[in-house]
């Protein structure tokens, strides 16, 4: 067989758009989308997160209103972050685990008006500490894992029972989908899916979502005694085999955009449903460039499907709306 100029042009393909259809091999779909919501107290809030353009905080009743729409447009799933006020964080993060707490009373609010909409609820303990970390501290400021676990158990346990669809572990203590998945199953909770941030890096990228869930004008140090060193490969793969052994249903990689590669091989390795996340850091720049007119919005589109062909099975991002308005159309 001939494979080579002229016999071959790989334009011919290129040159119609009824042609580019057909030999497309990736495609982003509604269904892909996973929509990330802060959350505050009060009613009828509407605050807008400086650092994230069009982003807001809601409270519960706009919350609402919002996952109605996201249900309409296709989106499958939201994600649930809270900005608690700041007389109820702690040094040990207890508010986390409080039945009547922020996101528990949202996602039982929300799974009352939209059952079928999916829910999904972080564990991990920064949005309520007074120092900004993932969890419990000793005296040194040193994150510990064990005590950590054993809070991000009653924290999971508080969001399953309040009606979440799937928990999601940001926190990346060890041991903590396994200790997750014993406490739902030691409660009846089998069927409450685990969607592990299993390659989590420490990432510049997070910072607007600091901001949004008021953790960055708190935030003592940084995250590298948990989160992950963005130099490493290898080691990613290891956290995911590991969260896979202790029971995840579903594994994410964060950020996104900069880490394709590991988006790939992830899910060449593993081929489990591989989930990844367009982070705060990636939507601010891509909105604040899309604003002042210097790229054309396409681009969205463009970085969403550049996950589908890295292997992403879903998405999270704050452009999740948009993009289903805009698909839909
Ligand atoms: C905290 C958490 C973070 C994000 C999701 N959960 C920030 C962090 O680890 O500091 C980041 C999400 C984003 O940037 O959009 N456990």
């Not at 706009?62 to 608690?84: D, S, T, Y």
């Not at 999904?120 to 950590?148: E, F, K, W």
Request: hydrophobic residues 40%.
């Amino acid at each position: 067989m001939n494979r080579n100029f002229p016999t071959t042009r790989l334009r011919r393909n290129r040159k119609s758009l009824f042609s580019r259809n057909l030999v497309r091999e990736n495609k982003l779909a509604i269904e892909d989308l996973i929509y990330p919501i802060f959350v505050i107290d009060g009613e009828n809030q509407k605050v807008a997160v400086k650092s994230m353009p069009s982003v807001h905080r809601l409270s519960v009743d706009n919350a609402i209103k919002v996952a109605v729409e996201a249900h309409k447009l296709g989106i499958p799933a939201i994600a649930l972050f809270p900005n608690i006020e700041s007389s109820l964080r702690t040094a040990d993060g207890l508010e986390a685990t409080n039945p009547n707490g922020l996101i528990p009373s949202a996602v039982r609010a929300i799974k009352k008006e939209v059952p079928e909409l999916g829910v999904i609820t972080d564990a991990a303990l920064d949005p309520y500490t007074t120092h900004g970390q993932d969890g419990i501290l000793d005296s040194n400021g040193y994150v510990i894992n064990d005590i950590t676990v054993a809070a991000l158990c009653d924290q999971s346990q508080v969001c399953a029972d309040a009606g979440a669809d799937i928990i999601a572990p940001s926190d990346m203590m060890d041991g903590r989908v396994g200790a997750i998945r014993k406490r739902l199953d030691d409660n009846q909770r089998t069927d409450v899916q685990i969607l592990s941030y299993a390659a989590k890096y420490a990432s510049n990228y997070y910072g607007p979502f600091r901001d949004a869930v008021g953790s960055s004008s708190t935030l003592r140090g940084d995250k590298y005694s948990y989160q992950m060193d963005p130099a490493n490969r290898n080691e990613a793969i290891h956290e995911v085999a590991l969260d896979i052994a202790e029971g995840a249903d579903m594994v994410m990689i964060k950020p996104g955009m900069p880490y394709l590669d590991i988006i790939r091989q992830v899910k060449d390795e593993f081929g489990l449903p591989t989930f990844a996340y367009q982070v705060s850091g990636e939507y601010t720049m891509l909105a604040s460039a899309i604003e002042n007119g210097w790229v054309d919005k396409k681009i969205i589109l463009e970085t969403l499907l550049c996950f589908k062909r890295a292997g992403a099975d879903a998405i999270f991002s704050y452009f999740a709306l948009d993009v289903a308005r805009s698909l839909n159309n």
